[in-house]
């Protein structure tokens, strides 16, 4: 079992910290985003009363969220001065599982959503108790690195069809997951809060909260692919679940030039023709890898293979052709891609943008996250909840 702090005066858990926001949430974004801020800052950009910021602030700073900043400012140098407050990033953490196709992320994250430490965990088969029990294992050797830290919570993330409310796996066809109770798993292996989404949807709270990418627009979409393709949609710092939040299944979308068959009896659907199992096969087809990591086909054409480079190009112009299809009906304001090739080669990225008009290109990015996607998606389910409603998101805080 993981370790939870023994706090005084445990206060109600929320019923629901996803779809509400509070006073105290509006100021602990404001740190984040601007710190370190003066209290009178966050008094003037959130609009809310000098003495409830003072209010919020106290309380935040008691609970380990928020701290003085070391350095006092003064303004015009006389006076009293002011104490700045950021987020402190020295007490809290929380857990991030991801479970994505061949192997399982487990790491560590601060508040400001930056990856401490991570780990993967190669399948030893996809039997569901068995790869929780590996991931809540591998938490508890993560944090008794840290002992001076304590727990927030869990975040899980995969793809498919992820309930976010009933805390389930409803379907994931690639491990062959149906109705897995993740939420009661892990919780019942840690003794901590779990908190479930899809890995789309996970991203974009990601890009919301700690990202370059979407901060600031008023909708974004995020389209993952991976082993599995996934796209999510964000309003008004809202994602979109819809009901048993099954939004964000495009894999039996079709998609223009595509070759594929697909099992479901069509040819071209996104899932089959993008997954990194097909970039896989077709690398080992091309004699370029063994086709068993696609980092392997990221390298050979950084070493100048051109088989490599030209399978790597058009996987990236196919994802850009989801990409039209998919803002042609949702005309988001930003578009960040997680794509193995657009991440790290400027010429995929061109080559996906090359796809869609010119004022649509320029909106589209690759994740923030390069280099630890899969732990930022994990860890920032938990995160997303904590922002909503850092008063209630845990009852061992206060």
């Keep these: 079992m993981l370790r939870t702090a023994a706090p005084p005066s445990p206060v109600p858990r929320v019923a629901d910290p996803d779809r ?43 609970l380990g969220l928020v701290r003085e900043a070391a350095a006092p400012r003064r303004s015009g140098g006389v006076g009293r001065p002011h104490l700045p407050v950021d987020v402190d990033v020295s007490r809290l953490v929380v857990g991030g599982v991801h479970v994505s196709v061949p192997y399982t992320t487990v790491a560590l994250l601060d508040p400001r959503g930056r990856v401490l430490t991570e780990r993967r965990l190669r399948h030893e088969g ?20 840290v002992p001076e830290a304590r727990p927030l919570g869990v975040g899980f993330a995969a793809g498919g069809w992820v309930d976010r409310q009933a805390g389930t796996v409803v379907e994931h066809p690639l491990l062959g997951w149906r109705e897995v109770p993740v939420r009661e798993v892990l919780g019942a292996h840690t003794g901590l809060p779990v908190h479930v989404d899809g890995h789309a949807r996970a991203l974009v709270d990601a890009e919301r909260l700690f990202g370059r990418a979407a901060r600031g627009s008023r909708s974004a979409l995020h389209l993952f692919v991976g082993n599995m393709v996934d796209a999510a949609f964000a309003t008004h710092d809202e994602v979109h679940h819809g009901p048993r939040s099954q939004a ?5 979308l079709p998609i223009a030039g595509g070759t594929e068959p697909c099992p479901c009896g069509r040819t071209g659907c996104l899932q ?3 997954s990194e199992r097909t970039l896989c096969r077709r690398a080992r087809e091309a004699g370029v890898t063994d086709g068993a990591d696609p980092a392997h086909l990221v390298d050979a054409a950084a070493a100048g293979r051109p088989a490599a480079v030209r399978l790597l190009r058009e996987r990236a112009r196919m994802t850009g052709r989801a990409v039209r299809l998919l803002t042609d009906v949702l005309n988001p304001e930003s578009v960040v ?9 400027p010429d995929c990225l061109a080559a996906l943008r090359a796809e869609l008009d010119a004022e649509r290109a320029a909106t589209v990015a690759p994740t923030s996250f390069p280099g630890s996607v899969l732990a930022v998606a994990g860890g920032s389910v938990a995160l997303d909840v904590l922002y909503r409603d850092p008063l209630g998101v845990s009852p061992e805080l206060n």
């Excluded at 710190?35 to 935040?60: E, F, K, M, N, Y």
């Excluded at 039997?127 to 938490?139: I, K, Q």
């Excluded at 891609?337 to 080669?345: L, M, P, Q, Y």
């Design 248 to 252: 964000g299944a495009i894999a039996h």
């Design 126 to 145: 996809t039997e569901p108790s068995r790869v929780l029990a590996r991931a809540a294992d591998a938490l508890t050797a993560l944090l008794d690195r």
């Design 337 to 345: 891609v997680t794509e193995i090739g657009v991440i790290h080669r």
């Design 272 to 274: 089959v023709e993008l």
């Design 20 to 62: 509400r926001r509070t006073s105290a949430s509006v100021v602990l974004r404001s740190v984040l985003e601007h710190g370190p801020v003066a209290r009178s800052t966050i008094a003037r950009l959130t609009g809310l009363s000098p003495a409830a910021v003072t209010d919020h602030c106290a309380r935040l700073t008691r």
